[in-house]
């Protein structure tokens, strides 16, 4: 779902109405890197997220396979290829909604969505709040964790 300021170019870097009112989003790496066993030629990381009100991340897809679970906040996330379904609970649990291609939608706290790396997004906090949000990336090992889309 979900690349931020000073990662991996400036499809993190936040949009805002004035330079000087600026909002940084914030990354923060909990694990990365790490090789597991049963994932050869990937690694996979851990990312916590703060999306500040009125930033937004630019259009971009990722390499992998990545779960982005809202932990606090609401996200405003656009689909522009590919689809995502919107889940709430553990593992397994049935979809709520899917946000297609051309759809922007909510997603709230509590609620996780898996992106592919055929997906291709944008997300914003449109809120008054920090949004949060908790990213498990699983990739080839070398890429980057988002990649620009123009």
Do not use: C, K
């Not at 930033?55 to 982005?68: D, E, F, M, N, Y």
């Amino acid at each position: 779902m979900f690349g931020v300021a000073g990662w991996a170019g400036s499809q993190w870097a936040p949009r805002a109405a004035t330079a000087a009112t600026v909002p940084t989003v914030q990354r923060l790496e909990l694990g990365e890197g790490l090789r597991p066993a049963g994932a050869r030629g990937g690694e996979l990381g851990l990312t916590r997220v703060v999306i500040p009100p009125g930033a937004s991340l630019s259009l971009h897809r990722h390499a992998g396979t990545q779960v982005s679970y809202v932990q606090a906040g609401v996200l405003t996330y656009t689909v522009r290829n590919g689809a995502v379904q919107v889940r709430r609970g553990p593992a397994g649990s049935p979809p709520l909604r899917t946000i297609d291609a051309g759809q922007t939608r909510a997603i709230a706290s509590g609620h996780w969505i898996v992106e592919e790396a055929t997906d291709i997004h944008r997300a914003a906090n449109r809120g008054t709040r920090p949004v949060v949000v908790l990213l498990a990336t699983l990739r080839p090992l070398g890429s980057p964790p988002s990649i620009p889309v123009r």
